[in-house]
T-cell receptor, first 113, second 115 residues
Framework: TQLLEQSPQFLSIQEGENLTVYCNSS?????LQWYRQEPGEGPVLLVT?????EVKKLKRLTFQFGDARKDSSLHITAAQPGDTGLYLC?????????????FGQGTRLTINP | GAGVSQSPSNKVTEKGKDVELRCDPI?????LYWYRQSLGQGLEFLIY????????KSGLPSDRFSAERTGGSVSTLTIQRTQQEDSAVYLC?????????????FGPGTRLTVT
């Protein structure tokens, strides 16, 4: 059972369309990170959100942390082929008495020209 | 500047053999993490080193897995008597600060295939 559930797992859309990826949990997280991973490379941090209700923008990407700090969303406006990749959310939680970064299973996004 | 490097990039081994995976973190980074990424899954935490403190080994899936970090820099993840379910991409990350809330810089990973 995944502590963090991402949806959809796969998304293929045309260039110029908008999309939203969701990251949901029944647990509360002290912070939540979004990463993007390209084939053959490690994940790269896009943003960290720490406050319930927080919204951060990174060019065409908008990240939101839920008020209860249990969920997050990533919205991309006017998607470009360069946005193609695996998007991972990761939450900071206390597991077995130590702070851990728990990852969702990822959303594989393909933007078609 | 140099990022996190890992070697080898690909490793194919026969079931039952031992393998060693290497990670060179960013110079000066005191925190080092190992993760495993299986197909269709997110990253699974394996082990965390922070400075001279005892490592957090709580994510190691079995006693066939071990890791060490020499001189506070290079780390080696060893898998003994490999099994087919060990096939995955093994990722290393380092951070300049302790604690998972801070940015982790990932290496490109080692793709391990056990035949």
């Amino acid at each position: 059972t995944q502590l963090l559930e991402q949806s959809p797992q796969f998304l293929s859309i045309q260039e110029g369309e908008n999309l939203t990826v969701y990251c949901n949990s029944s647990s509360v997280f002290s912070s939540l990170q979004w990463y993007r991973q390209e084939p053959g490379e490690g994940p790269v941090l896009l943003v960290t959100v720490v406050t319930g209700g927080e919204v951060k923008k990174l060019k065409r990407l908008t990240f939101q942390f839920g008020d209860a700090r249990k969920d997050s969303s990533l919205h991309i406006t006017a998607a470009q082929p360069g946005d193609t990749g695996l998007y991972l959310c990761a939450g900071t939680a206390i597991i077995q008495g130590a702070q851990k970064l728990v990852f969702g299973q990822g959303t594989r996004l393909t933007i078609n020209p | 500047g140099a990022g996190v490097s890992q070697s080898p990039s690909n490793k194919v081994t026969e079931k039952g053999k031992d393998v060693e995976l290497r990670c060179d973190p960013i110079s000066g980074h005191t925190a080092l993490y190992w993760y495993r990424q299986s197909l269709g899954q997110g990253l699974e935490f394996l082990i965390y080193f922070q400075g001279n403190s005892a490592p957090d080994k709580s994510g190691l899936p079995s006693d066939r897995f071990s890791a060490e970090r020499t001189g506070g820099s290079v780390s080696t993840l060893t898998i003994q008597r490999t099994q087919q379910e060990d096939s995955a991409v093994y990722l290393c990350a380092s951070s300049s600060r302790p604690g998972v809330s801070y940015e982790q810089y990932f290496g490109p990973g080692t793709r391990l295939t056990v035949t």
